[in-house]
């Protein structure tokens, strides 16, 4: 099987969707001419041309707005933000128009659009651009967020994105797009909706997604090779839907579970899903769930600091050296 | 043109007949009423054709009988009833009719401008002879998201047309103390994005429909936009919750646009000028549509309320098409 990046992933899914469906178009700031402001679109102008690739201004509410007006009506717009943290402009937009139309017209109009970019901190660019807003997505009923770590989850998961009917967002990684991994040549598309065992293992469940995964991945091996744990690593892939089946279905094997996630800690993702193992998984759980979040702050610029505040493999090591 | 007439007295009748609904307790939320409104929403729509769009504010149901929605879907809709043009899901501010090209009913005051842009970027890609006509009062005008879309639809040569229904008031707030703008007007701030423009008198429905039409054609045929400015006043307050309507304007000001600039009277007026209908035949319009307001306050009377189990349906197109769902897991979180 051929490795490829992740960005390359991505890229392909656009440009197979582009291929199948006349109606795909993507749009969003520098991705035709400039190639991409992190090259995820690099030379789908030359291939498709500016009908299918459009170069939009710097108007986040504006051309998504448009995007969402254009998918009423059939076209199916694929939208980059060069960086989640600028959803933020467009929030009336991506929050109120995106989940309310279908809603409020009782089901009569659909609005099949992508909202793609990278949500990550890591990369020393302050509090203004390193938000993760997965939770606050996933808290709007009628949004669909997904959070791909690997370049085989990114291709599969965007293709699906792309032919959903309903609005899907995409949480990309800037730190993620030059990774590589093994991708088929074949087509495929995985479902939403639907986690990952990304690592199999029978003494604790790992529940993490996006960014995260690489550091549950990270501490999974010094678990394994310093204190002999076997960790199972849960990828959930998607946030909404969310996968309950796979995470209950793992903590009843492991019976302990620590939750690493980028967002910070108050309202975040795994907060719900917390609530979803003790729910569902009470009388299975040996320990108390433990969770690693980012620091409860804004994103501190300090590149000596930075990585200080994100989740690390040794806090994941830690929190499940202390349950065990 | 008796056609116009018997549209705006629809329109007409039918607000006044929400208001007693209102009154009786039996509409939540907010009122938002097109009382003198009637001649922009009759004209712009007797303009469409099959790729022609139309979505509009809050202020909704006038362009929602306009397109031919039902006094019945509409009323009901009032009451929050299953009968409803949204199920009673969307309320006062949210009536949708797509198979009319009718996209809504938004409430977020200048929101619905981009998606208004989006529906003419639609219509482009598809290589339509159409456009979209995005309505909004004089207060959304300064709303950011709005100056968004007429940098998008200038700089792309959409078939947008953005029409600024210019009541005067953006709620309590008169024009002057809300907005800054060339002397001209607020149309005028097209200037700014090389875009067309024409400011036009409301109470007239011809000049109405002669300013709409050069903007339709400007769109048909060169996929340009314009920005429209028609004035034009309202004489309830912002909503029905409006109770200082008479506290930021004169009831001599009221007075003055009832008796001398209301575009129904106006319209009227030059029907029996001209011999084209007598008071006879304006009665008969006129007792028709009281009559079939009136059915409608009884249709949404005796209609159900929606099931509390549809609160969860028309979220997600897969959840209401299980069999051609292809995701998985969970979508909706109530336990």
Same mark, same amino acid.
């Given at each position: 099987?051929?490795?490829?990046?992740?960005?390359?992933?991505?890229?392909?899914?656009?440009?197979?969707?582009?291929?199948?469906?006349?109606?795909?178009?993507?749009?969003?700031?520098? !991705?035709?001419?400039?190639?991409? @402001?992190?090259? !995820?679109?690099?030379?789908?102008?030359?291939?498709?041309?500016?009908?299918?690739?459009?170069?939009?201004?710097?108007?986040?509410? /504006?051309?998504?707005?448009?995007?969402?007006?254009?998918?009423?009506?059939?076209?199916?717009?694929?939208?980059e933000l060069m960086f989640w943290s600028f959803a933020y402009v467009a929030w009336?937009?991506?929050?109120?128009?995106?989940?309310?139309?279908?809603?409020?017209?009782?089901?009569?109009?659909?609005?099949?659009?992508?909202i793609r970019g990278p949500a990550n901190g890591g990369t020393n660019v302050g509090a203004t651009h390193s938000h993760t807003p997965e939770n606050l997505i996933a808290n709007m009923p009628g949004l669909k967020v997904v959070c791909p770590a690997t370049p085989y989850d990114a291709k599969g998961l965007m293709k699906s994105a792309i032919r959903d009917n309903d609005p899907v967002y995409v949480m990309e990684s800037t730190l993620l797009y030059g990774t590589t991994g093994e991708v088929?040549?074949?087509?495929?598309?995985?479902?939403?909706?639907?986690?990952?065992?990304?690592?199999?293992?029978?003494?604790?469940?790992?529940?993490?997604?996006?960014? =995260?995964? =690489?550091?549950?991945?990270?501490?999974?091996?010094?678990?394994?090779?310093?204190?002999?744990?076997?960790?199972?690593?849960?990828?959930?892939?998607?946030?909404?839907?969310?996968?309950?089946?796979?995470?209950?279905?793992? +903590?009843?094997?492991?019976?302990?579970?620590?939750? +690493?996630?980028?967002?910070? *800690?108050?309202?975040?993702?795994?907060?719900?899903?917390a609530y979803t193992i003790q729910n569902k998984a009470?009388?299975?759980?040996?320990?108390?769930?433990?969770?690693? =979040?980012?620091?409860?702050?804004?994103?501190?610029?300090?590149?000596?600091?930075?990585?200080?505040?994100? *989740?690390? @493999?040794?806090?994941?090591?830690?929190?499940?050296?202390?349950?065990? | 043109m008796v056609g116009f007439y018997r549209e705006m007295v629809r329109i007409r009748r039918f607000e006044e007949r929400s208001l007693r609904v209102y009154q009786q307790g039996k509409i939540g939320g907010f009122l938002h009423l097109y009382i003198g409104q009637e001649s922009i929403a009759v004209a712009c729509a007797s303009l469409m054709g099959d790729h022609d769009h139309m979505i509009t504010a809050y202020r909704n149901h006038g362009h929602a009988l306009a397109v031919g929605m039902s006094m019945n879907e509409c009323m009901a809709e009032l009451l929050g009833k299953a009968t409803g043009c949204s199920k009673g899901k969307g309320g006062s501010m949210h009536f949708f009719a797509p198979d009319k090209n009718y996209w809504g009913g938004h409430g977020i005051v200048g929101?619905?401008?981009?998606?208004?842009?989006?529906?003419?970027?639609?219509?482009?890609? %598809?290589?339509? %002879?159409?456009? @979209?006509?995005?309505?909004? &009062?004089?207060?959304?005008?300064?709303?950011?998201?709005?100056?968004?879309?007429?940098?998008?639809?200038?700089?792309?040569?959409?078939? @947008?047309?953005?029409?600024?229904?210019?009541? /005067?008031?953006?709620?309590?707030?008169?024009?002057?103390?809300?907005?800054?703008?060339?002397?001209? &007007?607020?149309?005028?701030?097209?200037?700014?994005?090389?875009?067309?423009?024409?400011?036009?008198? &409301?109470?007239?429905?011809?000049?109405?429909?002669?300013?709409?039409?050069?903007?339709?054609?400007?769109?048909?045929?060169?996929?340009k936009p314009t920005i429209l400015e028609i004035h034009t006043y309202?004489?309830? /307050?912002? =909503?029905?919750?409006?109770?200082?309507? %008479?506290?930021?304007?004169? %009831?001599?000001e009221i007075d003055d646009y009832r008796k001398n600039h209301d575009p129904l009277n106006v319209y009227r007026l030059f029907l029996l000028d001209q011999k084209i209908m007598s008071e006879d035949e304006m009665k008969e319009i006129d007792g028709e549509a009281k009559q079939e307001a009136e059915v409608a306050a009884q249709f949404a009377d005796e209609s159900e309320f929606p099931t509390v189990e549809s609160i969860t349906e028309d979220v997600y197109w897969e959840a209401d098409n299980p069999d051609k769902r292809t995701s998985e897991g969970r979508l909706f979180f109530n336990d």
């Open positions: 099987m051929p490795e490829i990046s992740y960005r390359q992933a991505i890229k392909d899914a656009l440009a197979e969707e582009i291929e199948r469906d006349e109606n795909v178009v993507v749009i969003g700031e520098e !991705v035709a001419q400039y190639n991409g @402001a992190y090259k !995820v679109t690099e030379g789908l102008l030359e291939r498709y041309g500016p009908k299918r690739i459009v170069d939009a201004p710097i108007s986040e509410a /504006g051309f998504i707005g448009m995007g969402i007006g254009a998918s009423m009506l059939g076209v199916r717009p694929v939208m009336d937009q991506i929050i109120n128009n995106a989940s309310s139309v279908r809603y409020m017209s009782g089901g009569l109009i659909n609005v099949p659009i992508v088929p040549e074949e087509e495929y598309v995985i479902p939403l909706g639907k986690a990952d065992i990304k690592r199999e293992g029978t003494d604790v469940t790992i529940v993490c997604h996006g960014p =995260s995964v =690489s550091v549950a991945m990270t501490a999974a091996q010094i678990l394994k090779e310093e204190h002999d744990i076997d960790a199972e690593v849960l990828d959930l892939r998607s946030i909404r839907p969310l996968d309950e089946e796979a995470i209950i279905t793992s +903590v009843k094997k492991t019976n302990r579970a620590v939750l +690493v996630e980028e967002n910070r *800690p108050f309202c975040g993702v795994d907060a719900q899903i009470f009388d299975y759980l040996d320990a108390p769930i433990q969770r690693v =979040s980012t620091i409860d702050a804004p994103a501190i610029y300090s590149p000596a600091v930075e990585p200080e505040q994100l *989740p690390k @493999a040794a806090n994941v090591v830690e929190k499940v050296l202390s349950i065990m | 929101g619905q401008i981009p998606l208004g842009v989006g529906l003419a970027y639609g219509v482009k890609y %598809k290589d339509q %002879k159409g456009s @979209a006509m995005a309505f909004m &009062g004089d207060g959304a005008i300064n709303q950011g998201a709005v100056h968004e879309a007429y940098n998008l639809a200038a700089l792309w040569d959409l078939p @947008a047309i953005f029409i600024i229904e210019n009541n /005067g008031y953006s709620m309590g707030t008169s024009q002057e103390r809300s907005s800054s703008h060339p002397k001209e &007007g607020l149309a005028a701030r097209a200037e700014g994005y090389g875009m067309a423009w024409e400011i036009i008198n &409301g109470e007239s429905l011809f000049a109405i429909r002669d300013g709409v039409g050069r903007a339709i054609k400007r769109a048909h045929e060169e996929s309202r004489y309830q /307050g912002h =909503s029905v919750a409006d109770a200082n309507a %008479k506290k930021y304007r004169t %009831k001599e």
